[in-house]
């Protein structure tokens, strides 16, 4: 069994329940991952197995170095490593699916967050800004940042305008709802992060992030 598998997500729908309470759910395709190279304990100091995921047909994209790490098999735009409970039973050349999952089975997913470019407090950090008639000059600003003589500085991981988005975001505890092999679908209950058409991992709970 791996621990997770990689997919991109599509969007968002939504399912009915047998009582009609409509629930919103994430569609994630998870297409198979193939085996590319199997990491032992004894070779590289612990156990994993990397997968790559879309397999890569245009040739001008794979360089030599890439060609002679994929071999004889076909190369993939994504690599990633997961944990196995087995590592002896892999093989390079084997393929895992979205068999790994079930319908009420809890995961993670992790992806990169929208990146929403530089940002102020309110947007950033939800303050309240200033009154907004023409006479303040306290609108959407910051305010006051700095101390007295002692300590005469600002503080660490204040609170200020900033690049917002764009980092790795984990959501945690996630029900898969309905699984879809013909199309390789997973329809996971709420919202996961990454743009649509981002590439997301969904992780097998107890596996950790």
């Not at 190279?37 to 360089?63: H, I, L, M, S, W």
């Not at 898969?176 to 097998?204: A, C, F």
Request: proline residues 6%.
């Amino acid at each position: 069994m791996i621990s997770g598998m990689l997919g991109r997500k599509i969007g968002m729908t939504q399912l009915f329940t047998e009582d009609g309470a409509s629930v919103p759910v994430t569609v994630v395709r998870t297409g198979p991952m193939t085996v590319i190279q199997v990491k032992t304990q004894a070779k590289e100091g612990y156990d994993a197995v990397q997968c790559g995921f879309e397999p890569e047909k245009r040739e001008r994209k794979v360089n030599k170095p890439s060609k002679g790490h994929f071999k004889d098999q076909q190369p993939t735009r994504v690599l990633r490593e997961f944990r196995v409970e087995k590592i002896e039973e892999v093989k390079p050349g084997q393929t895992f699916d979205l068999s790994v999952f079930t319908e009420g089975e809890t995961v993670h997913v992790m992806g990169i967050s929208k990146g929403k470019g530089f940002q102020g407090v309110i947007k950033r950090h939800h303050f309240s800004g200033g009154p907004a008639a023409h006479g303040s000059q306290f609108h959407r600003r910051p305010g006051a940042i700095g101390n007295r003589t002692f300590p005469g500085r600002v503080f660490k991981n204040k609170r200020m305008p900033g690049h917002m988005g764009d980092e790795r975001v984990t959501i945690q505890n996630l029900t898969i709802r309905k699984v879809i092999p013909e199309q390789n679908l997973l329809l996971i209950q709420g919202s996961i992060p990454s743009r649509t058409g981002g590439l997301v991992t969904v992780i097998k709970r107890g596996w950790g992030k």
